[in-house]
């Protein structure tokens, strides 16, 4: 098979520029499966056009030059058709992620005015975050776009100079958290209200979240992966089913919003604190588990985790620090839950014991773990975060993600026995065998066989 190069797609075929080709494809179809859009009066005035080309003469994406500092020469993420997108986009894929989805429903229902204008009055950030070094080191932040929470107001001129459309891709609002173990925190006296962190007996805590939807400059993930940004263009090309062929005729736009969920970071104590190293920092970074962070199912112990992390965030808050928990939306270790829970079934019929753990997962999903901790960092920088005090995490991959990209981790916390539900044993004593970091005991493989789960 010849190799694909990016660089150089001599493609001749006239079908993307063509609207009477839309329904052309490399196998002739039959009458039947022939579509006629003509009668579509949403789009009446837009001719389908299946992709780009960098070698099209009528493309004319806005410069996007990523690690700049002066947002007006960085440029604004464009990515999508509204207005003159189609010709000026200057990024891959599609905003919000899965959500783009709905965003489709919406107008092809017609609920949403395929001509609606966001208005962003009011939407500014609530708490402002200071431009940080980090925002243009070079390959520092390559999976997010530092300007994302600011972009509809930075780009307004640009955008209605260009006839474009200039979208969020980060916001940054004020919460309070009411978990009912916290409340019982307060009841141990493990936590301590002050009205002002811990709001009350109920142990609601008062927090700044932001919201993040992800932004992928292609060469810098490459990079942080250690693979070629062809491979990576390739692979996401084919394994998204062709659903993105500008990742292969586009080698021009080094910008992809990925269709996958984003990072949820809630900060405990003044914001302002984060980047200064005298100030004492805890983080919890805690990936998606929906059956037991929000419907408490006791198999493991990520809920647990999520509890001890915002309590130690509060303590470290109220110590004058700041205590973060950054939540990232990579369920089933990114595997996702349908997968998840066919290794559950796995698991539960061949005895649930630590030593399998892993090896029901593998020969399922093929891989242990697909969260690629390589890119967790890329939020914490944006903070400006150069160092942990206490991480709140027994993963070597997150901490060594952490470590190489130049943070300093001080302290490792890891969950107390007591937190933990006796059926997640299974998962924490396999983990900690496979280089999860414990003061306590690691288990051999030969002592993981009577590590042992309930059967159904
Ligand atoms: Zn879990």
Redesign the pocket.
């Known amino acids: 098979m010849a190799p694909v190069s990016i660089a150089t797609c001599q493609c001749t075929s006239n079908v993307h520029s063509h609207e009477s080709q839309t329904t052309k494809s490399t196998t002739t179809p039959s009458k039947k499966s022939t579509l006629n859009f003509q009668d579509s009066e949403l789009y009446a005035d837009r001719p389908i056009r299946l992709t780009t080309y960098s070698t099209d003469s009528d493309i004319k994406p806005i410069p996007l030059n990523w690690f700049e500092k002066d947002h007006k020469l960085r440029g604004p993420v464009v990515c999508n058709r509204t207005g003159d997108g189609l010709l000026k986009h200057n990024t891959i894929g599609a905003h919000a992620g899965p959500y783009s989805i709905y965003h489709a429903l919406s107008t092809a229902t017609k609920q949403l005015d395929i001509k609606h204008k966001p208005d962003y009055t009011n939407g500014e950030p609530a708490v402002e975050f200071p431009m940080m070094p980090q925002w243009f080191t070079e390959n520092k932040i390559v999976s997010l776009d530092p300007f994302g929470h600011l972009a509809p107001w930075l780009y307004q001129d640009l955008s209605n100079e260009e006839n474009v459309e200039v979208q969020p891709t980060m916001s940054i609002t004020k919460a309070i958290l009411s978990l009912p173990e916290l409340k019982d925190e307060v009841a141990k006296g493990n936590l301590k209200p002050d009205g002002k962190i811990v709001l009350n007996e109920m142990g609601d805590l008062a927090v700044t979240k932001i919201a993040v939807d992800p932004v992928w400059n292609l060469p810098g993930v490459a990079l942080k992966l250690g693979i070629t940004e062809l491979e990576l263009r390739r692979a996401l090309f084919e394994d998204t089913n062709g659903m993105y062929p500008e990742l292969i005729t586009r080698p021009d736009l080094k910008t992809f919003m990925p269709p996958i969920g984003g990072i949820t970071v809630y900060i405990l104590g003044n914001p302002e604190f984060i980047p200064d190293p005298t100030k004492k920092l805890a983080l919890r970074v805690h990936d998606e588990?929906s059956?037991?962070?929000v419907f408490l199912?006791d198999?493991?112990?990520?809920r647990c985790y999520l509890i001890f992390g915002l309590r130690e965030a509060a303590i470290e808050a109220q110590n004058g620090g700041n205590g973060i928990v950054a939540y990232y939306r990579k369920e089933g270790r990114a595997l996702g839950e349908v997968l998840k829970y066919m290794v559950y079934n796995a698991r539960k019929r061949s005895g649930d014991s630590a030593d399998a753990y892993f090896h029901r997962t593998e020969c399922i999903a093929g891989v242990k773990d697909a969260r690629f901790q390589e890119l967790m960092p890329d939020i914490l920088h944006w903070m400006g975060i150069t160092k942990i005090d206490r991480m709140l995490s027994m993963s070597n991959m997150k901490h060594d993600a952490i470590v190489n990209q130049g943070i300093e981790i001080v302290e490792r916390v890891e969950i107390p026995d007591e937190l933990l539900p006796a059926d997640s044993r299974v998962e924490i004593d396999a983990k900690i065998a496979a280089g999860y970091f414990t003061n306590g005991h690691v288990y051999t493989q030969e002592e993981l066989k009577d590590v042992k789960g309930r059967s159904w």
Not at 299 to 302: E, R, V
Request: hydrophobic share 10%; with cysteine; aromatic share 0%.
């Open positions: 588990c059956g037991s962070d199912s198999i493991c112990s990520c």
